[in-house]
């Protein structure tokens, strides 16, 4: 069985909803679980992304004796070998944390209006 990330759940969300697919309370619940269950391990790597970008500005603005604003515009231009900088991929996750809280926000609203028919 294929471990089940944020990711995998987001782009059957996504593929549902540009499918037009009339889906049943159930499967939003069981997505807004699924997010649940998954939404603490990224809450570790987002502190941990925030952490890796808040050490290189102090490294920069510390050893290199840079001000603030020239640590951020470095920090965010420098690309790692993902592709992404420290600082896109903290906003990626920042971005994904939201997401993960808006939809389970939205999936319990949905859940209370379907009881109340």
Not at 63 to 78: G, H, L, N, T
Not at 80 to 107: A, P
Request: proline share 2%.
């Amino acid at each position: 069985m294929e471990k089940r990330t944020i990711k995998k759940i987001f782009d059957e969300i996504k593929e549902a909803v540009e499918q037009e697919k009339i889906l049943s309370p159930n499967n939003w619940i069981n997505w807004a679980l699924e997010l649940s269950a998954l939404w603490p391990d990224l809450k570790t790597e987002l502190v941990k992304s925030e952490i890796a970008y808040i050490s290189e500005l102090a490294k920069l603005m510390e050893d290199e004796k840079m001000s603030k604003a020239k640590a951020e515009i470095m920090v965010k231009s420098r690309k790692t070998e993902e592709g992404m900088s420290v600082y896109e991929f903290y906003k990626y996750l920042l971005g994904r944390d939201k997401l993960v809280e808006e939809f389970i926000k939205l999936t319990k609203k949905r859940a209370t209006l379907e009881q109340s028919y």
